[in-house]
């Protein structure tokens, strides 16, 4: 009677009460005693069991946490990831980031955030309480507490131009940091933002099987208005509105979000407009490309790089005719991991029976004689005619930005926009750009760069949300990548124009880290078959705490460690805190004696990230250790 005196308080409503879903879920919660206290080091993450499920124990000084063992992303285990000194749990796979003394989401690409339970330490062991429920691999989010639903202040609020990932990411951070003005989102897509990254991995169709929140999702519990199918044609600062449709309508902003992302190019070339010659982007291209590579068809790909060659590994399997891929450099992929890590990928693709047709380039698609419509075939500079029932064009983006030139703005010679250190436009009041079009600062060497990544989009996304929200973030995140080649290829940092390349392993058996070297420093790392090797660099290039090339080459390596070792953590701990009197023998085994010391990240990097990472607002209390002003008491 009194169970169903909660459930339905005034017998009406069949919807269970607030209380009653609580007093629901409490009986069902669980203590359950899931380690002993000495096999969990300080610094250390164990996956341990509970009931048929399982939760991630982190420690940190003597304080132990407990969430979801599974990253919310693609669901990697992230006992295997690394934990930072500073109470984040860095995923193996690509980078999302979590808070360990809450769950929440730190950096993307982590759609939703960790179920946290309850960790107490009594009698020698370790004790979770948690519903078994929501330790299973199934239930292993939950949706980040949005601090705000956009009901509460009127006004034109935020208008981001653009549904990509950026876009997503930047809704998700303005209402979990507690913005409260409507949000709205014009995208020329017509699905709410999707897992691009998908689209050349498997060719999916169907963009409800890719979107990270429904449109009915993104308007009940975010707030946000999100109008689809229309494309911006030009900004007006001064009266602070977008156009849409060249006229058809206009849209007021208080603060604007650019987040237009890239458009796909095309080689200016005779047959370049054929209909079946591609290009990928959106849910649109993959249908197209699905459609044309079946079996028995015959493939000519133009670029040998990220996105058409993750084509390539798809469509291979599927029993093509041939399948040719035509690049400009010696070996795919050389302008960014170079030749060595090249020809290793090189091997496999062509194990799968890809013809490669390298240092050469198109000289014009030539029409079918049947459908004149049509490619028919290939004509390459050395005179080589390759027979084509489709072609992809994989020949690099540039910033979608015809609007903002059409609006008079002054763009970057490649056509993006060139921002400050808070994603600011410069120049321009209330106006932010992130994501592809975006030219910002990096980091270490405050150089300007533009990065076409989807960590990248998102953070920005997320940085721009939570400056907006009321709480100024610079960026100071490291750039991270991904790509499916046969084996999973990770690469942090901007190695850009690198000189050297030290190579640990064997790219043939694609089993290798390489470390890409510029001006006597490494700036980036790229791995396969190594995890999480690049998640420790980024967060060692993020504190500039990466050994030189000369200890590499002498066989120095961080990444001796396991992933929860105690090591790292305390490696990090110790290098951006003064004392070294917590340092291990583990620790020392890898550093020199005075290595922590000689180390520590520069003043410009602690007081960036000083200010990027106050306390969350709605964190439990965080342990003393890793409380912002003892982390950065340098
Ligand atoms: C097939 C593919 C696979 C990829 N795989 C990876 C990967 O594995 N790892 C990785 O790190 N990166 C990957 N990338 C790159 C990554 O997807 C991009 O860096 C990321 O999507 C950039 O996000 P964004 O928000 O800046 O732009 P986008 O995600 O491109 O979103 C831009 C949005 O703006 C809209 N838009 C453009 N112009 C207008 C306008 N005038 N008016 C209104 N709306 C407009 C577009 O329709 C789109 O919705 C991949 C890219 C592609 C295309
Ligand atoms: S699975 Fe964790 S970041 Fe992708």
């Not at 992303?73 to 796979?93: E, I, M, N, S």
């Not at 009266?239 to 060249?246: G, I, N, Q, R, S």
């Not at 995890?531 to 993020?542: F, G, I, Q, T, Y």
């Amino acid at each position: 009677m009194l169970s169903r005196l909660l459930l339905f308080p005034n017998n009406i409503s069949r919807i269970p009460s607030r209380p009653a879903i609580r007093f629901l879920r409490n009986m069902s919660v669980k203590t359950i005693a899931v380690l002993n206290e000495n096999e969990l080091q300080d610094g250390q993450m164990k996956e341990v069991a509970f009931e048929s499920g399982k939760v991630l124990l982190s420690r940190l000084g003597d304080k132990v946490h407990a969430t979801s063992a599974f990253c919310t992303h693609y669901g990697a285990p992230l006992a295997k990831g690394v934990l930072t000194a500073d109470g984040r749990v860095v995923c193996p796979w690509h980078g999302a980031c979590f808070n360990v003394c809450n769950g929440d989401i730190e950096d993307a690409p982590a759609p939703n955030a960790l179920h946290s339970f309850k960790a107490h330490v009594a009698d020698g062991k370790i004790h979770v309480t948690a519903d078994p429920s929501s330790t299973t691999k199934d239930n292993m989010s939950r949706q980040p507490r949005l601090l705000a639903s956009g009901a509460e202040v009127g006004g034109p609020g935020v208008v981001i131009v653009g549904g990509g990932s950026a876009a997503f990411h930047a809704v998700e951070s303005l209402r979990e940091h507690g913005y409260k003005g409507p949000i709205t989102i014009l995208s020329s897509e017509k699905y709410s933002p999707i897992d691009r990254t998908k689209l050349s991995k498997a060719l999916i169709t169907d963009a409800s099987k890719l979107e990270w929140r429904s449109p009915a999702d993104l308007k009940i519990k975010y707030g946000t208005t999100l109008r689809i199918g229309v494309a911006v044609t030009s900004v007006d600062t001064t009266a602070k509105t977008v156009t849409l449709e060249d006229g058809k309508d206009h849209i007021t902003y208080d603060k604007l979000i650019l987040a237009t992302g890239g458009l796909p190019r095309r080689l200016p070339i005779d047959g370049a407009d054929l209909e079946n010659v591609y290009t990928l982007r959106t849910v649109g291209d993959a249908k197209l490309i699905d459609a044309a590579c079946q079996e028995g068809k015959k493939l000519v790909v133009i670029g040998s790089s990220f996105i058409s060659m993750e084509i390539v590994a798809a469509v291979s399997k599927r029993k093509l005719a041939s399948i040719h891929v035509i690049g400009m450099e010696e070996y795919p992929f050389e302008a960014v991991l170079g030749k060595e890590v090249g020809a290793g990928l090189k091997k496999y693709h062509e194990s799968q029976g890809v013809v490669f047709h390298p240092s050469t380039s198109v000289k014009a698609l030539v029409p079918s004689s049947s459908t004149p419509t049509h490619v028919g075939s290939v004509v390459l500079a050395s005179g080589e005619t390759l027979e084509a029932d489709a072609v992809i064009m994989g020949v690099g983006v540039r910033p979608a930005t015809d609007y903002l030139r059409a609006s008079g703005w002054q763009l970057e010679k490649d056509g993006s926009v060139k921002v400050d250190e808070y994603l600011r436009v410069i120049g321009k009041q209330d106006v932010y750009a992130v994501g592809d079009i975006a030219t910002y600062p990096q980091l270490t060497t405050g150089e300007y760069r533009r990065v076409e990544h989807w960590n990248v989009a998102g953070n920005h996304g997320r940085a721009v949300g939570k400056t907006i929200a009321g709480d100024p973030q610079p960026f100071v995140k490291v750039p991270i990548f991904w790509s499916a080649q046969g084996q999973q290829l990770r690469y942090c940092g901007v190695g850009y124009g690198w000189d050297d390349i030290i190579i640990k392993g064997s790219p043939t058996e694609m089993k290798f880290v390489a470390y890409y070297v510029k001006g006597g420093k490494v700036v980036a790392v790229a791995s396969m078959q190594n995890d999480p090797v690049v998640m420790k660099a980024s967060e060692l290039l993020r504190l500039e705490l990466m050994p030189s090339p000369e200890e590499l080459k002498a066989g120095k390596t961080f990444f001796c460690l396991n992933a929860n070792s105690r090591a790292f953590g305390i490696l990090a701990r110790a290098a951006i805190t003064k004392s070294t009197s917590t340092t291990s023998f583990q620790s020392r085994a890898v550093l020199k004696p005075n290595a922590l010391s000689k180390n520590r990240p520069p003043q410009h990097i602690t007081d960036r990230y000083r200010s990027a990472r106050r306390p969350h607002p709605h964190a439990y209390p965080t342990p003393a250790m890793t409380s912002p002003r003892q982390l950065l008491a340098v």
